[in-house]
């Protein structure tokens, strides 16, 4: 293996990062992310074995963004994927996964904590502004107490940037902390505040809860942040819409996004416009393939999320393909005005049963 320095990457992203988040046509935004992605490609081929083993025969320059060569998300459970000196590592996120399965660890160095936390500063503010807000944090405060920090504890960490005079909604056992929430309500009536929790703990420990003691809170000049599958709730028939029309009502609040990431790409995250859009931010993308041929799926299509990043250098998380379903819906023209494209998410791949990356085209 050569060594390949990042100096070109640097320039590239510095330059790229410092534009506005969703300004780029599609056009512009594939051949931009696609010499980045080259530069990160060439890089992790010198610096991580693993991926040099698997990807050491592909080409190191592309016509496409995808043609990039991805990784299946569940070898971050299985295969050691670092692309700097361990002594480097400042960081290792766990993501939660399924009970009983390997957690997935993945390994931060300083560099890319950074640029994760600029990455999505950008992003956010376009959605909640500039301004801190007080903050309700949908959560216990344990689940930062934990020795490694989970993936919902980096989630609360990175998000918790965004408010002021953090409140945590819940108690230890999950129930509604409801002293504390009232508090929160009578001290900001009538104010901008910002909420953020996760799907599931949002609809069950907040929504329902609130449902149960027939209280009903003014947070009317809010926003809502959340984030984590919709598996749960579609079980109990629960799609976006219910879920936000029930959280209007006994909250008034109107402004709620959902967002779409992963802690193998933390950073760059796809969140819902004001038209139920997710859309993609300058430094990440999104391609959906079929998930027997892999080839790459038009719009309107639903097949498996690929998503792309410029962000991680620590590691080969450039560009993952999830075990999630989802439908590319445009590009370039929500009516919200934001540019590149957008999707949706359909759930999960039943059962995940992976094949290899490469050895399944013409199969079904
Ligand atoms: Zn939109």
Request: hydrophobic share 40%.
């Amino acid at each position: 293996m050569t060594d390949y320095a990042l100096t070109h990457y640097e320039v590239l992203f510095a330059d790229y990062a410092s534009q506005p988040v969703f300004g780029f046509c599609q056009q512009d935004k594939s051949q931009r992310l696609r010499a980045i992605l080259e530069e990160l490609h060439r890089y992790h081929l010198s610096h991580c074995p693993a991926y040099h083993a698997l990807f050491a025969n592909m080409p190191v320059s592309f016509d496409d963004e995808d043609q990039l060569p991805f990784l299946a998300v569940r070898l971050f459970k299985l295969m050691d994927l670092l692309s700097v000196p361990k002594d480097a590592v400042f960081r290792e996120l766990r993501s939660s996964g399924t009970t009983g399965q390997t957690p997935a660890r993945i390994s931060l160095d300083r560099q890319t904590s950074a640029r994760q936390s600029r990455a999505l500063v950008s992003i956010m503010q376009s959605f909640i502004g500039k301004q801190r807000l007080p903050m309700l944090i949908i959560d216990s405060p344990d689940v930062l107490k934990k020795p490694h920090l989970s993936a919902r504890g980096a989630g609360i960490q990175g998000m918790a940037f965004f408010g002021r005079e953090h409140t945590y909604a819940l108690n230890s056992d999950m129930s509604l902390n409801v002293d504390a929430v009232r508090d929160f309500a009578n001290k900001n009536r009538g104010k901008p505040v910002l909420l953020f929790g996760f799907t599931f703990m949002v609809w069950l420990n907040f929504v329902k809860a609130l449902e149960h003691t027939g209280d009903s809170l003014d947070f009317s000049q809010g926003v809502l942040i959340h984030s984590g599958g919709w598996k749960k709730l579609s079980d109990q028939q629960v799609n976006n819409d219910t879920f936000k029309k029930r959280l209007t009502s006994v909250t008034g609040i109107t402004r709620i996004h959902n967002f779409y990431g992963m802690a193998e790409q933390v950073g760059s995250v796809f969140v819902e416009c004001e038209h139920g859009h997710l859309h993609a931010p300058s430094l990440a993308d999104v391609i959906v393939r079929c998930p027997y041929s892999l080839v790459p799926l038009p719009f309107g299509k639903t097949g498996l999320i690929q998503v792309i990043s410029a962000i991680p250098t620590s590691y080969p998380g450039f560009s993952i393909l999830t075990e999630d379903m989802g439908t590319l819906l445009g590009e370039d023209d929500c009516a919200c005005g934001r540019k590149g494209r957008y999707f949706s998410i359909a759930g999960r791949l039943p059962k995940t049963e992976m094949r290899g990356c490469s050895d399944t085209a013409g199969q079904s």
